[in-house]
């Protein structure tokens, strides 16, 4: 199972800022948008999540934790949700 955060960015924000590089390579975070998610096949992911501002992290399970807490005092994002993605 996969874990798949669906984050909205601040306007003008790159989201590629939002992990450390040490983070990335720790948990192998995946960084993708709204149109890589579904070629790859994450149908579950809502429609919703399609505008611009949007990006989506994809960890395993076991590292969603600490991509979580990593998220959760980052001030470059205005909300996120995560999603169980079975692959």
């Given at each position: 199972m996969l874990i798949v955060?669906?984050?909205?960015?601040v306007p003008g924000t790159d989201g590629q800022t939002l992990l450390s590089?040490?983070?990335i390579q720790d948990t192998d975070a995946q960084?993708?948008?709204?149109a890589d998610a579904k070629a790859v096949g994450f149908n579950e992911v809502p429609e919703?999540?399609?505008?611009?501002?949007v990006i989506f992290i994809v960890v395993n399970r076991k590292d969603a934790p600490w991509i979580n807490r990593s998220l959760e005092v980052n001030e470059n994002i205005v909300s996120y949700k995560i999603h169980e993605v079975d692959m």
């Amino acid at each position: 199972m996969l874990i798949v955060f669906s984050i909205l960015l601040v306007p003008g924000t790159d989201g590629q800022t939002l992990l450390s590089a040490e983070t990335i390579q720790d948990t192998d975070a995946q960084f993708m948008t709204y149109a890589d998610a579904k070629a790859v096949g994450f149908n579950e992911v809502p429609e919703q999540d399609a505008h611009e501002n949007v990006i989506f992290i994809v960890v395993n399970r076991k590292d969603a934790p600490w991509i979580n807490r990593s998220l959760e005092v980052n001030e470059n994002i205005v909300s996120y949700k995560i999603h169980e993605v079975d692959m």
